[in-house]
């Protein structure tokens, strides 16, 4: 079992930066890939970043891809999600993940979710 807690989310405006971090839970952070979600309102949850338990691959949505950045630390049990020039349609509730299902791109199935953290960008 893996619990996941999400934090940095807020208020920014277009153009600004957020760092969110994901703080697990259990001895076995390393064995798993983590990930980012968001969901805005009245539409689907849709992945953002993910990577992988040791950290050498990453993959982005199309959409972040240049502007935020994936990382861990497995010492800390923590993933982040730097997230730079920031635009109103990055506005979402962002969720953390964990699995150990990752293929690459955006084939990613995760078995453990956090309870989100909003970032609202103003334009």
């Known amino acids: 079992q893996v619990q996941l807690v999400e934090s940095g989310g807020g208020l920014v405006q277009a153009g600004g930066s957020l760092r969110l971090s994901c703080a697990a839970s259990g001895r076995t952070f390393s064995s798993y890939a983590m990930g980012w979600f968001r969901q805005a309102p009245a539409n689907e949850r849709e992945f953002v970043a993910a990577?992988?338990?040791?950290?050498?691959?990453?993959s982005y949505a199309d959409s972040v891809k240049g502007r935020f950045t994936i990382s861990r630390d497995n010492a800390k049990n923590t993933v982040y999600l730097q997230m730079n020039s920031l635009k109103p349609e990055d506005t979402a509730v962002y969720y953390c993940a964990a699995g150990i299902r990752y293929y690459g791109g955006s084939h990613f199935l995760p078995d453990y979710w956090g309870q989100g953290t909003q970032v609202t960008v103003t334009s």
């Open positions: 990577i992988s338990y040791s950290g050498g691959r990453t």
